[in-house]
């Protein structure tokens, strides 16, 4: 079955980094594109990046210049570097496939910017 596993949140100052990783399986991941998602407290789930099955990059406004999507197809992941850092980016980031007709998300995992 397919399965997503986030990680790499966690609690990080005003203008820090961190790095999520989302580990695959059950699919052929190199042959997908990928996505991470967002949602804060009170707030809709809204998207942050994407990456296609030939690496092609998109990102939302609000984090484009500071955040990078990358995948190793070897190891059936994908990642979201997040620098830079603000409040405004507290929430639980999901990575996302849709594969096999089907829509699939991760757990999640938190990051939370403060001082």
């Known amino acids: 079955q397919v399965q997503l596993v986030e990680s790499g949140g966690g609690l990080v100052q005003p203008g820090g980094s961190l790095r999520l990783s989302c580990g695959v399986s059950?699919?052929?991941?190199?042959?997908?594109?990928m996505r991470w998602y967002r949602q804060a407290p009170g707030k809709e789930r809204e998207f942050v990046a994407r990456?296609?099955?030939?690496?092609?990059?998109n990102y939302a406004d609000s984090v484009k210049g500071r955040f990078t999507i990358s995948r190793d197809n070897a190891k059936n992941t994908v990642y979201l570097q997040m620098n830079t850092l603000k409040p405004e980016d507290t929430a639980v980031y999901y990575c996302?496939?849709?594969?096999?007709?089907?829509?699939?998300w991760g757990q999640g995992t938190q990051v939370t910017v403060s001082s």
């Open positions: 059950g699919f052929t991941f190199s042959r997908y594109a």
């Open positions: 996302y496939v849709r594969t096999l007709g089907n829509d699939y």
């Open positions: 990456i296609t099955s030939g690496s092609d990059k």
